[in-house]
């Protein structure tokens, strides 16, 4: 019943979507020729090109609806001699809740497992089926769990809820198309965007009802327990991939590098932190239930289990991925055909975490030695700048602008943590220390054996010149040459550095620009183009290419290179920026500025204030 209520559904609010358009057109054809009658033809033409406009957005977003087709998502198809069991399973399965098997298994990059069926005569007809499973999954999951995602994802196949799924992508994709391509001034653009609200809330009901109807394949084949147990483990693997790409990951891949075997990595990672993992797999919070979801919230659907009649299922704990053959190749097959490495270089997992890292304490050491530089005037500085700032007794006037708040003083005597990143530096590039891989925690710093590398005391004594001599001799015995450790990265870098607003139709010396605001620095976009445009211009800018290529092609303005911001008027902004070489920056808001989201001028603006704090 919920297939044939989302089919209607699907089809009725789409149908209806274009009728919308149509009683618009007979609207503005109205309107034309009762204003043609009352004004002038160029008037007319004026007002209702808008309108216009609008309307032809809804063919070009039909036009791209009909002629898009719903592919396959990327991975290796899994054959019967790849994954022997997993197959056996899901035939199984499949004649357990009475539907066809899929035609296909692939394997996905994701903690998620899908279906989807390339149905004909708007659903009316079965097509081909594909049954997407992520490795990320079968390294988290058991065999029991694992039996209970791939239950209830063929539960969607014998509730016929796939059928409709070219129907349902077809729409929303014709739907969204229309409404990017309306500006948001226009009013036309007002009634199609509530009405694609009304479209998504209605499919998403539906779409929400057949997870529930799915879930109770899960309970009759898998049983409550490991039913249930998948659902609350979803979010705790979710979060750990999460976690993965963001810290063991994404580090080096910016450093221009990619781990040899990024799933084997995932699988040590788990195995590694299997308590951790536990437990937020035990306390995940809730999440709130909401109209626009298409899932309902885990606590939902494991209530609704808990409703239903205990059924017992003999346990099975061996991990999932034994359902692959070989699970170490399949994961070097996903990898070779989901991620494009360019000319990264492809190291070991060791090698991998030791050369990111070396390169993040360099590119720390780098700010400060940039710092030193611009206060002493040394071309290239380095530890050895640092050093004699101290020998002089002038490190806080150094420090004070790395530590907040403090005398000059107190500033040198706190300038002993900085001081430690310096020295660390000074010992990689000398040959005597390198970051160690840890799976169960942060990578450390090791000597040449193994053994831990601590330069905390030494630092502590490195800040002050009567201990500098001391503190010297301590690293000569431990063979750190502080003249090897000199800057890299002569200029700041938008490497790394997130997007946190935007800003179109600024000017900038009394230049037009638009202006990406990072958390670093500002991209400045000279001559960007029409000022009507600005919003959308930033937007499609963004979603092109990440901010650190951007700042590439256009001028990039680091915040460490701005003294101190005078800020002339907050709405509209005028500010005057004034840089360590003496220039003076003059940024002004105009009244055609757009904005990337509603906060940016209040982003840049704590971001001034933080620069004078």
Known sequence: MSATYRALASVVMLIGFYVVALLQLVAVA???VWLFSRTSGVLTGKLLLPLLVALGAVGVGLWKAIRTKNEPMP?????EREAPQLWATVRELAAAVGTRAPDEIRLLPDVNAAVSEQSRLLGLLGGRRTLYVGLPLLLGLRVDQLRSVLAH??????????RLGAVAYRGRLAIAETVERISPRNPVGWVFKGYAMLYLMVDNAASR??????????????????????????PALDAAWAFYMRQYVEPGWSAGLLPDDLFGGFARLLDARRDEIDEMRENAPER???????HPPIGVRVAAMAETPVVQVRPDDRPAWIALADVAGAGRQLQSMVVEHGSRQILPWPEFVAEWMATST????DRIYRAAGRFTGVATPGLPTVLDLVRAGRLGELAEQFISGATRREAAVAFAGPMETLLDNAAIRSGRAHWQLSWSGPARLVGSTGEPWDLAEIAKLAVSPETLDEALARLAERGVDPAQATVVQARASARDADLIGGLANIKIDGREHDVLVLDNGLVLIPDPGKSSEGEQRLTTLVRAEPVSEVATRYPYLPYEEITSVEVQREVPLKAALT????????????MASEFLEKHSRDTLLHVFRQINS
Do not use: F, M
């Not at 991975?75 to 054959?79: N, R, S």
């Not at 529930?212 to 979803?234: C, N, Q």
């Open 362 to 365: 360099q590119q720390q050491a």
């Open 153 to 162: 994802e063929l539960g969607h196949y014998s509730g016929q809820h796939t």
């Open 209 to 234: 009802r057949q997870e529930l109807e799915a879930d109770r394949a899960s309970l009759r084949l898998a049983g409550h327990e490991a039913a249930s147990s998948a659902l609350r483990t979803l």
């Open 288 to 294: 709130k239930a909401s109209r626009w979801d298409t």
């Open 30 to 32: 109205a309107l034309g």
């Open 75 to 79: 991975g290796p198809i899994l054959g």
């Open 579 to 590: 840089l360590h070489d003496g220039r003076v920056v003059q940024v002004q808001e105009l």
